[in-house]
């Protein structure tokens, strides 16, 4: 069965470092999410991409944050210069489309910013 | 915001028990889905309810949604220790999933 990959799964930095965390979304899948959980909270929705552009995105990701679907298949999520807050789960996510609202998501990967 | 809220916060049963969780939202949906977390790992979609249903079923799985009091529940019957885990609703449409807070459920052996 088709599923989303995230790389790494563990991501350690330090503060004001940049970081790209990578997302392969299920292939014939249009529409791309990123979504952070810190420790303890709850999912929070982060940007959603939809061709080749974001089509919204929350109050977190301000100008810090960026998306690129590079190539056609990964789906990257950059933090240029990272911060103590920035410490949590990255899921990536993606939706078929059309009457199909299921969102299918990644392993997540695990940043530390010290 | 459509917003989901799980509750209660925590349940632990026992092998075979039926487990009920219940969920409220604040605005109108066209949508709302279960989800499934693991300890540490990515979340797993379970089931969805569109707005003009009522009842849904999935194996093990029943949700019920009431658009007049804006709630849903899940049940999940015959309970097993695997069904340890965290539990979100979700509301949303194109864009984004809203979701609460969760509920840890843990099935005793």
């Known amino acids: 069965e088709p599923e989303v990959t995230q790389t790494p799964s563990h991501q350690v930095t330090q503060m004001g470092q940049e970081v790209i965390l990578r997302c392969v979304p299920i292939?014939?899948?249009?529409?791309f999410y990123w979504y952070r959980q810190i420790l303890g909270q709850k999912v929070e929705f982060l940007v959603s991409?939809?061709?080749?552009?974001?089509?919204?995105k929350s109050e977190i990701f301000d100008d810090q944050f960026s998306v690129e679907r590079p190539d056609g298949s990964n789906f990257t999520l950059k933090i240029r210069s990272t911060k103590l807050e920035d410490s949590a789960m990255y899921f990536c996510?993606?939706?078929?489309?059309?009457?199909?609202?299921?969102?299918?998501f990644g392993p997540g990967t695990r940043l530390t910013v010290t | 915001s459509q917003q989901g809220e799980e509750d209660p916060q925590a349940l632990s049963i026992q092998e075979g028990e039926n487990a009920t969780m219940n969920c409220s939202y604040k605005t109108s949906i066209n949508n709302l889905q279960w989800y499934r977390q693991n300890s540490g790992r990515g979340l797993v979609h379970l089931i969805l309810i569109r707005s003009n249903e009522r009842e849904k079923h999935s194996g093990r799985l029943r949700v019920t949604l009431d658009t007049s009091k804006k709630s849903s529940s899940l049940l999940i019957t015959a309970s097993r220790a695997a069904d340890t885990a965290s539990y979100f609703c979700?509301?949303?449409?194109?864009?984004?999933?809203?979701f609460g807070k969760g509920i840890t459920l843990s099935v005793r052996p």
């Open positions: 996510a993606c939706r078929q489309g059309g009457a199909s609202y299921e969102q299918y």
């Open positions: 979700a509301t949303g449409a194109n864009s984004k999933l809203t």
């Open positions: 292939s014939n899948h249009l529409y």
């Open positions: 991409f939809y061709n080749n552009e974001i089509s919204e």
